[in-house]
């Protein structure tokens, strides 16, 4: 059973998504609670309103801590999710559900970590077969997504990418929940449309598209989106949302493409307009049944962004009807240093981070959305008519560092909602005011908290609370690491103070350039962290449970770095001159590297002077380094692979 918001925004009710579950007036609430979709709901608040257990008194006085270390195959990207009272191996279980980049999913007792069932849905793909051997990930790509779990027909949907007969492929899975076999027959992905001209077709390409964004179930259907490796391979990768109908997996009549160029008029060859929001997922709310979701960076000559008809709609916010036939609304920026051209010169993807919508709200206008991105300005915008091509038209625009990220939502004791951004390092609270204005006011009585968070500017954030009991919400983050072999730290704050209560180390992550998009699960008195080939479960102690100390956790072996080229370097770039750049290692040393092959093969990012760059590549007679590929590296030099 779950309670969260209906998807019906209109009402304003909480519900039950099984019966017998009562619902409740006053913030008490006796049921357990499942998690069954990205951050809890398809709105993506990341709100459990039911959590009579992890009150702040109980968090920061002690008796909270790690209880059990569960190691699994490969890291994990995709968020836990969670499901009680089901019966497997003819035992009773609450039970979670991780996916890994090794392609396995994994069913584990959620008290005591215990394996209950695995299964591995194919060979994922080796970093190698990248394009350009992006390695935004880890050593190998498997599940990136988070999965969805259907609770009537008690089905986990999954997206796979597994290397078969020497080609990369996207299986749709429908699994079990209580034995993880396919319930139907999987679904290699595939889709083609229309470009600009009505008649040249473009199909998908499993070889260059990657789908880091969670999966959404609405509807009856289950939606996936699909972004890029590195925004390599960029002639042949462009942003897509597909959808199935999860009762068999039949693809639906329309698939929708987010950049419908057509070839030559991308100055650059250059497409993408990718959807992947750092992980978040699309969402979904109203009557309608529409989805939302924010895409990033198109050609950086910046003149291919095209609202008539949708044809490229980079760097905004696209709301699609249900059927993909059409896009219902959108929102494109136009403030200085954020236009839609600037952030596609600059690679500044608005689509760095997700949109979340709010429950309906009191006041004129009921229906509310916010996002930000790489710039850090987060929109408040009306979801009904979200705004078009001018800034003019949103609600409001609230400066909350650099997004890699997405936002959460919760209700306070004066029944008035609280937007919680992660830009940056800082936490921030945002009262929704609805009158005479609507608008979000920072909340006078929160003390903006930091964390400690390497690699990308951003975290993520999930809330616990027992309804609107007063004083019981609980914000939960996760820092990034710090180290190229570092650890991640789960965070918990007072959601009204902003004083923190909790934090310790919660798993590793050796991937540096892989940025850590990872979300706290709370439910039912525990908290879920998965990270690098482990589960670490956190509760309160007492009942035999003692919990794992510092010195006593587990660091899962560190793997090797594969060897990818000849050589590869990592520092700032100092200066541009036509194919070549010029970049400062780490030492103080520079490197000449020759771009010309790379940009031949559309293995090269765009870049700026001062961006941090990885490239790969072999140094000739002259003592110049002819690129294989070039990627941004992460802002922080202690993230950096060894050069060689």
């Known amino acids: 059973m779950i309670i969260g918001w209906i998807t019906d925004r209109s009402k304003h009710a909480l519900w039950a998504a099984a019966?017998?579950?009562?619902?409740?007036?006053?913030?008490?609430?006796?049921?357990?609670?499942?998690?069954?979709?990205?951050?809890?709901?398809?709105?993506?608040?990341?709100?459990?309103?039911?959590e009579?257990?992890?009150?702040?008194?109980?968090?920061?006085?002690?008796?909270?801590?790690?209880?059990?270390?569960?190691?699994?195959?490969?890291?994990?990207?995709?968020?836990?999710?969670?499901?009680?009272?089901?019966?497997?191996?003819?035992?009773a279980h609450e039970v979670v559900y991780v996916a890994t980049e090794g392609d396995s999913v994994y069913a584990l007792d959620a008290s005591s970590g215990a394996i209950l069932l695995h299964t591995t849905l194919g060979n994922p793909v080796a970093v190698k077969h990248l394009p350009g051997k992006c390695s935004f990930n880890g050593n190998v790509v498997g599940i990136v997504s988070t999965p969805v779990i259907d609770l009537t027909s008690k089905t986990l949907f999954v997206m796979a990418y597994v290397y078969t007969n020497s080609k990369e492929e996207f299986v749709l899975h429908a699994l079990s929940l209580t034995t993880l076999?396919?319930?139907?027959?999987?679904?290699?992905?595939?889709?083609?449309?229309?470009?600009?001209?009505?008649?040249?077709?473009?199909?998908?390409?499993?070889?260059?598209?990657?789908?880091?964004?969670?999966?959404?179930?609405?509807?009856?259907?289950?939606?996936?989106?699909?972004?890029?490796?590195?925004?390599?391979?960029?002639?042949?990768?462009?942003?897509?949302?597909?959808?199935?109908?999860?009762?068999?997996?039949?693809?639906?009549?329309?698939?929708?493409?987010?950049?419908?160029?057509?070839?030559?008029?991308?100055?650059?060859?250059?497409?993408?307009?990718?959807?992947?929001?750092?992980?978040?997922?699309?969402?979904?709310?109203?009557?309608?049944?529409?989805?939302?979701?924010?895409?990033?960076?198109a050609d950086p000559s910046g003149t291919t962004y095209d609202n008539q008809n949708g044809i490229n709609l980079s760097e905004s916010v696209v709301e699609m009807n249900p059927t993909l036939t059409s896009v219902v609304s959108y929102f494109s920026p136009t403030d200085a240093g954020a236009d839609v051209a600037e952030l596609d010169q600059a690679d500044h993807d608005f689509g760095a981070g997700g949109v979340m919508l709010l429950p309906t709200q009191p006041?004129?206008?009921?229906?509310?959305?916010?996002?930000?991105?790489?710039?850090?300005?987060?929109?408040?915008?009306?979801?009904?008519?979200?705004?078009?091509?001018?800034s003019n038209n949103v609600l409001g625009e609230y400066s909350i560092g650099g997004c890699w990220c997405g936002p959460s939502f919760f209700t306070g004791a004066d029944g008035v909602g609280r937007v919680v951004s992660s830009g940056g390092s800082e936490v921030m609270l945002w009262k929704v005011q609805t009158s005479p204005t609507t608008a979000l006011i920072a909340d006078p009585a929160f003390k903006v908290p930091s964390i400690k968070s390497g690699q990308n500017a951003g975290f993520f954030t999930s809330i616990s609370s027992n309804g609107t009991t007063s004083g019981s919400a609980v914000i939960w983050a996760i820092g990034r690491p710090k180290r190229s072999t570092g650890e991640i730290t789960l965070y918990a704050f007072n959601a009204t103070t902003g004083a923190q209560l909790y934090?310790?180390?919660?798993?590793?992550?050796?991937?540096?350039?892989?940025?850590?998009?990872?979300?706290?699960?709370?439910?039912?008195g525990k908290v879920y962290v998965a990270s690098y080939q482990m589960l670490s479960i956190f509760g309160v102690s007492g009942g035999g449970h003692a919990f794992i100390s510092k010195s006593r956790f587990v660091h899962p072996a560190e793997p090797s770095d594969p060897i990818l080229s000849a050589h590869q370097v990592?520092?700032?770039?100092?200066?541009?001159?036509?194919?070549?750049?010029?970049i400062e290692l780490r030492d103080?040393?520079?490197?000449?590297?020759?771009?010309?092959?790379?940009?031949?093969?559309?293995?090269?990012?765009?870049?700026?002077?001062g961006d941090p760059v990885l490239v790969r590549g072999d140094y000739d007679r002259g003592g110049i380094l002819r690129a294989e590929s070039l990627?941004?590296?992460?802002?922080?030099?202690?993230?950096?692979r060894p050069d060689r």
Request: charged share 10%; with cysteine; hydrophobic share 40%.
């Open 19 to 50: 019966a017998g579950l009562a619902l409740f007036a006053n913030g008490s609430a006796a049921a357990e609670t499942n998690v069954i979709t990205y951050h809890n709901d398809t709105l993506r608040t990341g709100w459990n309103s039911s």
């Open 570 to 582: 990592s520092g700032f770039v100092r200066a541009i001159s036509g194919g070549s750049l010029e």
């Open 503 to 524: 934090s310790d180390t919660a798993g590793t992550w050796p991937h540096a350039t892989a940025n850590a998009n990872l979300v706290p699960t709370v439910a039912n």
């Open 631 to 640: 990627i941004r590296a992460k802002p922080q030099p202690d993230l950096w």
């Open 363 to 390: 006041g004129s206008v009921p229906d509310l959305a916010v996002a930000a991105g790489k710039v850090g300005i987060m929109y408040f915008m009306n979801s009904t008519s979200l705004g078009g091509e001018n």
């Open 181 to 297: 076999a396919d319930k139907v027959s999987p679904v290699v992905v595939s889709a083609a449309h229309t470009l600009s001209d009505g008649s040249t077709v473009y199909d998908f390409n499993a070889g260059s598209s990657h789908q880091r964004a969670a999966l959404l179930e609405a509807g009856g259907n289950v939606y996936a989106s699909f972004a890029s490796y590195c925004d390599l391979a960029a002639n042949t990768s462009r942003g897509w949302l597909l959808g199935w109908s999860a009762a068999t997996l039949e693809p639906l009549a329309q698939s929708a493409l987010t950049n419908q160029v057509l070839p030559g008029n991308s100055p650059n060859d250059y497409f993408l307009t990718s959807i992947w929001m750092s992980g978040y997922g699309p969402a979904s709310g109203g009557a309608s049944g529409n989805i939302f979701f924010v895409t990033g960076n």
């Open 52 to 91: 009579t257990t992890l009150t702040p008194g109980v968090v920061g006085g002690g008796s909270f801590g790690l209880l059990h270390q569960v190691m699994l195959d490969d890291q994990v990207d995709a968020q836990p999710l969670l499901v009680t009272g089901l019966t497997i191996g003819g035992a």
């Open 588 to 609: 103080g040393q520079r490197v000449t590297a020759d771009l010309g092959e790379a940009l031949r093969q559309h293995t090269a990012m765009r870049v700026v002077v």
